[in-house]
């Protein structure tokens, strides 16, 4: 047991040092997610993850957590945010790494804009992840990602879920066989 989970051994200072290099590794990764979905830059956003990982969105999209491809759940982030201009702000980065996986905490304010004649053209999410990551092929990846919010504003009509390329990417991402219960 190490000094920073309460027990009595304490650690060298390469041990911080490679403690240190792997949160900001982790770090890298979440603010690369953000740029990403902001920029619309879907390879990078998809760099972000394993192959396969578990995702829930339940509070967003009422759908329960699905263990899914991570090209697929990339092609549905493009499909349901590319109407919509982008802008995600993180903060309060906690992290904690033990061996090659690891638990993230990051604050976010996520913050949508299009035109419309259908009421405000804003839509915020004001909340955090709680992600999981992996270090896989020496590289740190997001393994489960937990989306949660305190509260919203704004429009939430932003969003089309009666477009037809959504409502057939959502159906595959939220197949029942890819529910984590039925996996």
């Known amino acids: 047991m190490n000094a920073s989970r309460g027990g009595t051994r304490a650690l ?20 690369r997610f953000g740029r990403a979905l902001d920029l619309g830059d879907w390879p990078a956003y998809r760099s972000c993850f394993a192959d396969r990982f578990r995702v829930n969105f339940e509070r967003l999209t009422g759908q329960p957590e699905v263990y899914v491809d991570a090209d697929l759940w990339t092609r549905f982030a493009e499909v349901i945010l590319s ?14 790494v033990d061996g090659d996986r690891a638990e993230g905490i990051t604050y976010m304010v996520a913050r949508h804009w299009k035109a419309t004649d259908a009421g405000c ?8 992840y709680e992600n999981t990551f992996g270090r896989i092929g020496g590289e740190w990846k997001i393994t489960r990602l937990l989306h949660t919010y305190q509260w919203v504003s704004g429009n939430g009509g932003l969003f ?20 984590v219960d039925a996996a």
């Open 12 to 31: 060298t200072p390469e041990q911080m040092i490679a403690s240190l290099w792997d949160k900001s590794r982790i770090e890298a990764v979440m603010l």
């Open 83 to 96: 109407p919509v201009r982008r802008h995600h702000q993180y903060s309060n980065m906690s992290v904690s």
């Open 121 to 128: 053209p804003e839509y915020t999410q004001i909340g955090w």
């Open 160 to 179: 089309d879920f009666g477009d037809p390329a959504l409502i057939k990417v959502m159906a595959q991402v939220f197949a029942p066989e890819n529910r």
